[in-house]
């Protein structure tokens, strides 16, 4: 076993490559779709989809995730949850596996969880808690893994914090008594990831295979492609 007790993996960009900006955009167009016969014109949609998440990375901790977006997004869009969320969950249960196409492939992906389980005691996947727990598990489906490879898997249900916010991480150590020094956190974005872990005293590792620099922040600690990334997990 290494130094660490838990290892955190982010999923967009790091486990999962891919532009997000491109990945939101092209599984829109699909969200859109099965939520059409509702009689909303596509453009609402994704406005409504962009405010809410918004609402959910201010998030106070009052509320979910989850609460904080249908409460926006049934505001702005005048249906509520209990008419559009069957379809959403469906949805990311399904077509939503169809967006594997604005996404590349990480075969290396299984590998580095399954050595981060020889490495510490719980692996943990932090992905930013903006989906529904169906949709996490259909994203980390697109390169090979599911949700018994975690032994947490965040998503907008349970949370009520969001990334660059550092109580996100800071939620994650009291659910699973973990100290900041007993943790690794492995991500691509190097604000939301790397300073807003490091504030904490939760050491990074920086996959730049998709990585989102930060002109608030520069990361001066390990720093590699995921290759390289499963070297440098092999050798804790």
Request: proline share 6%; net charge negative.
């Amino acid at each position: 076993m290494s130094k660490y007790k838990a290892i955190l993996f982010d999923m967009d960009g790091t486990l999962v490559p891919m532009d997000t900006m491109e990945f939101s955009t092209g599984y829109f167009k699909g969200l859109c779709k099965r939520l059409a016969h509702h009689g909303i014109p596509s453009e609402e949609i994704v406005k409504c989809i962009w405010i809410g998440t918004k609402a959910m990375i201010k998030n106070d901790g009052t509320r979910t995730n989850e609460e904080v977006f249908w409460d926006t997004f049934s505001n702005i869009i005048g249906k509520g949850k209990e008419e559009l969320n069957p379809d959403c969950l469906a949805f990311y249960g399904n077509e939503f596996k169809d967006a594997i196409i604005y996404t590349q492939p990480n075969p290396l992906a299984k590998e580095a969880v399954d050595i981060a389980h020889t490495k510490a005691e719980l692996v943990i996947l932090a992905t930013n808690p903006l989906f529904p727990m169906a949709g996490q598990v259909t994203r980390m489906g697109y390169v090979g893994l599911e949700p018994s490879d975690f032994a947490l898997v965040t998503s907008y249900e349970k949370e009520r914090f969001c990334k660059p916010n550092p109580k996100f991480y800071e939620e994650i150590l009291k659910r699973m008594n973990l100290k900041p020094e007993e943790c690794l956190m492995v991500g691509n974005d190097e604000y939301e990831d790397a300073w807003s872990c490091s504030t904490l005293g939760i050491d990074c590792y920086l996959v730049t295979d998709c990585l989102i620099p930060s002109d608030k922040y520069h990361h001066n600690g390990p720093r590699g492609s995921f290759k390289e990334l499963v070297e440098y997990l092999n050798n804790l």
